[in-house]
């Protein structure tokens, strides 16, 4: 019954979805719910499969490794969260994998992001001596020149008075130029979602089993 | 009983998370052992998170069905839908018209996942692209100097990754090796290479410098929202 079936369901639920287009109606919400409900229990049997089953269970029952029980208990004190008069004791494991993260964060982010970010940005000059060259170096003063203002515009500690308030604006622009790619691809990946559930409803739907049936 | 509830959290967070500041300038195998341990037992941590946020969930629902608040009705899907989905992946034996399992293609699980939960999620996200265009419309009407300069980047970006956009190219190369004045595959490409990515440096680099300081107030207990109100 698998394929069939399954379409059919695929292009109700897609109908249901699109409804709230409309407006917000019962089909909207029964999709809603379901959707909720499905997310979760898959969401549930990730957790299970990739990390209870194989670092919990497989390394206690078949390797012998009692070690990761203490996680395991500290990962069984965040449910106490839900118990008001034990859920102090949550507060051990938050500070166990936040104060590690934290720990962690301070030379990953140092090392691994905000030096290679400043490095790309402080790159030196080609030699002029070709049009691709050219473009590069052209390019690696707005470069400067953006990120620059952008860091001013962010910083509040002088006032955005004269020579800080136009280099300010000109971080404005830029920010603006940002933003608007930043919002054209995203509707451009939004549009493309669309079009792919449009294709499904007339080629796997409509085409495939309702003219093709008929 | 007080230095269990609230100052020993702080001694936990002070020493584990300076321990694996200092292991990450430490090149030894112990070290990278360690380091190791420490994110196997984070992993197994944030999977008991990810139950407490499912039992949230249910909890939630539970309770409104219990107290029979409006739309309680709909709670009832919800939780229907989710111990089909839980219970399909738990179950290794067959069931009828499914293979068993539930890491096979043609098991109810993933039969479940390709055909209910697939389409959702992408029709659900797919319908921003009309939400999102009535914003623009109210957003984009070019009332200041920025609004145009964002609407302009916008129309430019869009513009560049459509095949209509591909066939729009006009004029001579503004210098040589350069772009024509209108061609949109060219400039949406270089918006997002140059001056997006210079913008979202500036943002970023705050971004890593906040992320720094945030991390060693943690580390040294002045920032202790994680533990949470009450005593």
New interface residues.
């Given amino acids: ?2 394929e069939t ?3 059919w ?3 109700g ?2 109908l249901m ?2 409804s ?2 409309y407006r917000d109606n019962v089909l909207f ?17 990730v ?3 990739n ?2 089953y194989p ?2 269970f497989s390394r206690i029952v078949y390797d012998h490794n009692y070690v ?1 029980i ?3 208990v ?3 004190f ?2 106490l ?2 118990v008001p008069s034990l ?2 004791l ?21 090392n691994g ?2 030096l290679p ?2 490095t ?2 402080l790159v030196p000059f080609q030699p002029a001596t ?3 060259a ?2 590069a170096n052209i ?1 690696q003063v ?2 400067l020149v ?6 001013i ?2 910083f509040f500690s002088l006032e955005h008075k004269k020579l800080v308030g136009s280099v300010s604006k000109v ?18 990946a ?2 493309s ?2 079009v ?2 449009f294709q ?1 409803l007339i080629e796997d739907w409509l085409m495939g089993r309702i003219f093709r049936a008929g | 009983m007080q230095f269990l509830r609230r100052q020993l959290p702080v001694i936990i967070a002070f020493v584990v998370g300076l321990s694996m500041w200092v292991l990450f300038y430490v090149p030894t195998q112990k070290s990278l052992e360690l380091q190791d341990g420490f994110t196997l037992w984070v992993r197994i941590i944030v999977g008991f998170a990810a139950v407490l946020g499912v039992l949230s969930v249910v909890n939630h629902h539970y309770n409104k069905i219990k107290a029979k608040r409006p739309g309680y009705a709909f709670s009832f899907i919800t939780l229907g839908a989710f111990l089909l989905m839980a219970l399909s992946g738990f179950i290794k034996a067959p069931l009828p018209g499914f293979a068993a399992g539930n890491n096979k293609p043609d098991s109810l699980h993933f039969w479940l996942y390709n055909n209910m939960m697939l389409p959702m999620q992408a029709t659900m996200f797919s319908i921003l692209a009309f939400f999102i265009a009535s914003a623009a419309f109210r957003a984009f009407r070019a009332r200041s100097m920025e609004a145009t300069v964002l609407l302009v980047a916008a129309c430019v970006t869009m513009l560049g990754r459509v095949p209509l956009g591909e066939l729009m190219k006009l004029g001579d190369p503004i210098f040589l090796g350069g772009p024509a004045p209108i061609d949109f595959p060219w400039w949406s490409s270089w918006l997002l290479n140059v001056p997006n990515s210079a913008a979202q440096r500036g943002i970023l680099l705050g971004v890593y410098l906040s992320q720094i300081a945030v991390a060693i107030r943690i580390i040294f207990g002045i920032e202790r929202t994680y533990m949470g109100g009450g005593d």
């Fill in positions: 019954m698998g079936l399954g379409i369901i695929a292009a639920l897609t979805m699109f709230f287009i919400k029964i999709g809603e719910h379901l959707y909720l409900g499905l997310s979760v229990g898959y969401f549930i049997n957790q299970y499969w990390t209870f670092e919990v990761v203490v996680p395991a500290l990962g069984f965040l449910l969260r839900l859920s102090w949550s507060r051990w494991s938050f500070a166990f994998y936040i104060g590690g993260f934290a720990g962690l964060a301070v030379p990953f982010v140092l992001l905000l970010q400043l790309s940005t070709s049009a691709a050219n473009l390019n707005i470069i953006a990120v620059f203002s952008v860091l515009f962010f971080g404005l622009f830029f920010l603006m130029l940002g933003f608007g790619a930043a919002f054209g691809t995203t509707v451009m939004r549009v979602l669309l792919g559930r499904f």
